[in-house]
Structure formats: C-alpha cells, structure tokens
C-alpha cells in the first residue's frame, strides 16, 4: 500500500471516528447546530473515504488497466480475493454502525450509549485491522513469491552461460592441444 493510499484510508478511519462521536456519544446542545446529524454526516462522509481507500489499495490506485488487469477495469483478477474481502469489511462495518444506530435508538438517552459506541468502535476498528494485516501480509507474500522467481529464472541463465562458457573452453583446449601436437611433429 503506498503513501497516498494509507494517507487516505487514515483520514476515513478518522473522520468515522470523529462523526460517529458527534453522532451517537455527545448530548444534544441547546444551539443552533444539530450536533448529531452533522456526526451522521461525517460518519457517512469518513465510511465513503475508507472505502475509497480501500479500493484504492486493492487496485493499486492506477485504475488504468495496467499489468494483469481485465482491460477497462483498472483490477487484477489475482486481487479478486482482496475486492471481496473489501466487501465483506464494508458490510460489516455497515451492518455494525447499523446495530448501533438503531440500539442507541431504541436504549434513548442514557450512559449506556457510551458503552455501546465504544463497543462498536472496538468491533470496527478489529475487522479493519484483521482485514488490511491479512491483505498486507498477502501481498508481501506475492511479492516474496515473484521476486523469489526472478532469482531463479536469473540462476538458470547464468548456469546455462556457465556451461557454455566451460564447453567454449573445453573447445578451445582441444584446438590448443590439436596445434600442439601439430608443432611437435
């Protein structure tokens, strides 16, 4: 994952944060801002930049249909594995952010929304680890893979020199030896 894609799936993480906070976990004020929707807002907001970033990583952040990619897609069909899990992280967070929308609905105004935000908060942020900690490891492990092959595809062409070197030599040595005997006689 580079720089600018790391950058970016941080700054979602935190601006769900952030809105989630506002949203669920602060009391509303008596003042002329709506507190909780504009944390619905920037919870909304920090999810679609998550997954933007995330979607970001899993293609490489080209989007040109570079490498192995299906022409016109911008993904590699090997990172198939890496979109569905994506998915499957953004729909629990989904489903997650959902339950605790409609428990602290249904609880009304007590201390028990702290506990549940922050249980939430828990929940989320272990998938999102779980999720990038098993893709990074992935790709480190391709990369490992195709570099490791590289270095022997590298070997066997100097091997394959190496011999014909030493059958150039051997030629070379029987010439010598030919032109040897040849000045003897």
């Known amino acids: 994952m580079n720089r600018n894609t790391l950058l970016v799936v941080a700054s979602g993480l935190l601006l769900a944060i952030v809105g989630a906070t506002l949203a669920f976990a602060l009391e509303e ?90 249980s939430a908060f828990g929940v989320i942020s272990a998938v999102v680890s779980a999720y990038l900690g098993i893709k990074i490891t992935a790709e480190s492990s391709a990369r490992a893979t195709a570099e490791t092959k590289e270095e022997i595809e590298k070997a066997a062409v100097a091997e394959r020199e190496a011999k014909n070197y030493a059958h150039d030599a051997a030629l070379r040595q029987d010439e010598v030896k030919g032109l040897k005997d040849q000045l003897e006689r």
């Open 29 to 118: 004020p008596d003042g002329a801002l709506d507190v909780q929707a504009f944390g619905g807002i920037i919870l909304a907001a920090g999810m679609v930049i998550l997954a933007g970033g995330g979607i970001s990583a899993v293609t490489g952040g080209s989007g040109n249909g570079s490498g192995g990619a299906v022409a016109g897609t911008g993904v590699d069909p090997n990172n198939l594995k890496s979109i569905v899990g994506l998915i499957a992280v953004v729909a629990g967070i989904a489903a997650v952010t959902a339950l605790t929308v409609v428990t602290v609905t249904v609880l009304g105004e007590d201390d028990s929304q702290v506990a549940l935000t922050s």
